[in-house]
């Protein structure tokens, strides 16, 4: 059965969100196939669980690194961010295929309601 972790949304970047489609129905899908698969608004990534190496639950984080569809200042990371007071941040094996930018990325970070249930389950189903 696929399980789904929608986004802890901070109302107050809601013009934002609007103007990136945001919907209610985005977060991260782990499917049934073995499928790790996040949507923000226009923006999506997709690889196989077992690509995965690890997750680290992180935040607070200042807001202008956290929120919105971003590039990380420190590396290739992704940010798939609703707020910045807490995530996960989901480092791949070998990167996922670029979303924005110009390199390929190595890590996402999704600001999901339940980091720590998000984390249990990728680790269940790796």
Do not use: Q
Not at 20 to 42: E, P, Q
Not at 79 to 91: E, K
Not at 105 to 114: E, G, I, Y
């Amino acid at each position: 059965m696929a399980t789904h972790f929608p986004y802890d949304v901070d109302k107050k970047w809601t013009p934002m969100f609007l103007s990136l489609r945001l919907r209610s129905d985005d977060g991260v899908t782990l499917t049934d196939d073995g499928l790790f698969r996040a949507t923000f608004g226009w923006f999506s990534v997709e690889t196989p669980i077992s690509n995965i190496d690890h997750t680290d639950i992180t935040g607070p984080h200042r807001w202008y690194t956290a929120v919105g569809a971003r590039l990380s200042f420190a590396d290739d990371g992704l940010t798939f961010g609703t707020n910045h007071r807490l995530g996960l941040c989901i480092g791949f094996v070998d990167k996922i295929d670029k979303v924005i930018g110009v390199k390929d990325h190595s890590a996402l970070w999704v600001s999901v309601a339940d980091p720590h249930g998000l984390a249990a389950a990728i680790e269940d189903r790796r």
